[in-house]
């Protein structure tokens, strides 16, 4: 209990800090914010600017300004975009989901390949294997992903013509279709987060099968399978699960610009676009949204860090 | 045993390869990065045109081996940026302890909450995108993880006998600090530049393939990939080239401070 209440002090710390980071975004635009936002779509004028600065209340002082957009995210209200007018909120709920399934297919093709793969790269030691390992490790974790996607395309585009490859069909409307179109984006997504936590899994099943308790499991009579998968691998995947929350920050990222590729609408089209109009409002919001989805995802996974790991109960 | 050196030996040599062809760059690129040739466009590789050429005929080998002194001095930059001010708050979080490092670490905590991609994007947005904001952004997205990772191995140190020691002779704080401490996290300091500044032209690339950082027409491997993307069909060898200079940048960096780790840290040294 003194852990969960410890842990969440400090959600409530960061996500405090999140939220005066990017409320400051807006205000710390070098030169006259306003006008640049005007500059984007019309003619700057002053009427335009003391009429739009009073709609986003740039015109308060700054602690009233804070409190009051606090307010609004707090009740769910993240302003309304400067050019449709349509709540933030909406806008960016239509492209919240082909990121986040993006996103998730990635990570279960990345965790879920990790682990077998890692214990067979712990199986495979010595001479020449140790080299290979680390040269398609660095190669997995370098490979860029946007690059790798391209080049997917190129090479199934020539095998197979007829294949629909881009684009994104919504889950209900088609969901063999949906999953067929993220496969490939997901993959070249993936691979960083595969390499990395392969490579985990290894070093921490190496580590495992060193210890003390390895050798008792030996020493009864246990055969190797149950060595390597109940005692060494349970111990290893310790490390694995706090390395996954940090990768979905990483994924959320990567997908933003895989989305490009695959020209997927999801929240990296509406980020972009956002900022070629110079809609800072909705960027802002946009960030907000996903950094705090992310947030709260590693809070979990560290709670179940400590479900899974009674050390870290007892220790805290 | 014997094995480490050579990988390390070769992925030193690849690394100082890429270091001098971001700095003489226009040394040694065969032709003029912007010059358009309208008669060979979109040629593939040849004896003139070693990688081929662009959609406006200018030649591939020249541009990429610009682009990667526009990512290459990007990343440098930001990196360096990043470990100075990073490195100096990690120090000062470990000596100090107490506040100091408290709120220290809890700023560094909440620039650490947002994704990598996102936060530099966030900067982009507020300063306008072109090289310089992208430096700036890689710098803000990685002084909080050079802080967390210089911190970890000061606190250790600052615990140990010799600084004690320097201190019951009257030392300084910034003495014992650059002079005692500092030296100690030289390893660290190296394999994590090395690490980063391989994350940090993959950032880079990113950026410049959103459109966010270098703009065109100057030469940037992002940029190149970005372009190269739209004539994927007629002329795949922009977008092929480019991509694999930013693999092949990234790639011998981090092979290196891998290697480097391994061979510094003596714990692993037995292990892998």
């Not at chain 1, 020539?158 to 409307?173: C, K, N, R, S, T």
Request: glycine residues 8%; contains cysteine.
């Amino acid at each position: 209990m003194r852990l969960l209440r410890n842990r969440l002090i400090d959600l409530l710390v960061v996500l405090c800090g999140i939220s005066i980071i990017t409320f400051l975004m807006i205000r710390l635009i070098p030169g006259d914010a306003v006008a640049i936002m005007l500059g984007a779509n019309t003619e700057v004028t002053p009427d335009r600017v003391a009429d739009l600065r009073a709609r986003i209340g740039l015109d308060q002082p700054i602690l009233r300004q804070y409190i009051t957009w606090l307010g609004g995210v707090l009740t769910g209200d993240l302003g309304v975009s400067l050019w449709t007018r349509r709540p933030v909120t909406t806008e960016i709920a239509a492209h919240v989901w082909p990121t986040v399934q993006l996103t998730l297919l990635a990570l279960a093709i990345g965790a879920g390949l990790a682990v077998p793969l890692g214990v067979l790269m712990a199986r495979l030691r010595g001479q020449g294997w140790d080299m290979v390992l680390r040269i398609a490790t660095v190669a997995g974790l370098t490979i860029p992903s946007f690059w790798l996607g391209i080049m997917l395309i190129l090479l199934l585009t020539a095998l197979l013509p007829d294949l629909q490859l881009l684009g994104y069909v919504p889950f209900l409307q088609d969901p063999v279709g949906n999953i067929a179109r993220l496969l490939l984006p997901a993959f070249a997504l993936s691979l960083p987060i595969l390499a990395n936590l392969a490579r985990l899994v290894r070093s921490a099943m190496l580590d495992a099968l060193g210890q003390d308790y390895i050798r008792t499991a030996r020493a009864k009579g246990a055969p190797e399978r149950a060595i390597l998968y109940r005692h060494a691998l349970r111990n290893a995947l310790i490390p694995f699960v706090t390395s996954v929350g940090i990768m979905t920050g990483y994924l959320l990222g990567g997908a933003i610009v895989v989305e490009q590729v695959f020209a997927i609408p999801g929240l990296g089209r509406l980020i972009l676009g956002a900022i070629a109009e110079r809609n800072y409002p909705l960027v802002q919001a946009t960030i907000l949204v996903i950094t705090c989805g992310f947030v709260l995802v590693n809070f979990v996974v560290d709670l179940l860090y400590a479900v899974i790991d009674p050390r870290v109960r007892q220790g805290a | 045993m014997a094995r480490y050196p050579r990988l390390l030996v070769i992925s030193g040599i690849a690394v100082t390869l890429m270091v001098v062809l971001a700095v003489f760059a226009p040394l040694i690129a065969p032709y003029d990065p912007l010059a358009q040739s309208i008669l060979a466009r979109m040629k593939g590789p040849s004896a003139a045109h070693w990688l081929g050429t662009d959609q406006f005929g200018r030649d591939l080998l020249s541009r990429i081996i610009h682009g990667l002194r526009a990512s290459f001095g990007i990343a440098a930059a930001a990196v360096s940026v990043a470990l100075v001010v990073g490195g100096t708050l990690g120090l000062l979080a470990a000596y100090y302890r107490g506040w100091t490092d408290r709120i220290l670490m809890r700023c560094m905590d909440v620039l650490f909450a947002f994704p990598v991609m996102l936060l530099a994007i966030g900067v982009i947005a507020m300063l306008g995108p072109g090289p310089g904001p992208t430096a700036i952004a890689i710098a803000v997205v990685y002084t909080p993880i050079f802080a967390r990772l210089i911190r970890g191995p000061a606190l250790v140190l600052c615990e140990s006998d010799f600084v004690t020691s320097a201190r019951c002779i009257g030392a300084s704080d910034t003495r014992i600090l650059f002079i005692h401490i500092l030296p100690n996290l030289a390893s660290v300091i190296v394999v994590q530049t090395s690490l980063l500044l391989s994350a940090a032209i993959l950032v880079e690339a990113s950026l410049s393939f959103l459109g966010l950082g270098t703009q065109p027409p100057s030469p940037s491997l992002g940029t190149m990939l970005a372009e190269g993307r739209n004539f994927l069909m007629l002329s795949p060898w922009s977008a092929v080239f480019s991509g694999l200079a930013i693999l092949i940048l990234a790639f011998t960096l981090n092979l290196l401070g891998d290697v480097v780790r391994d061979t510094l840290d003596p714990r692993l040294r037995g292990e892998q």
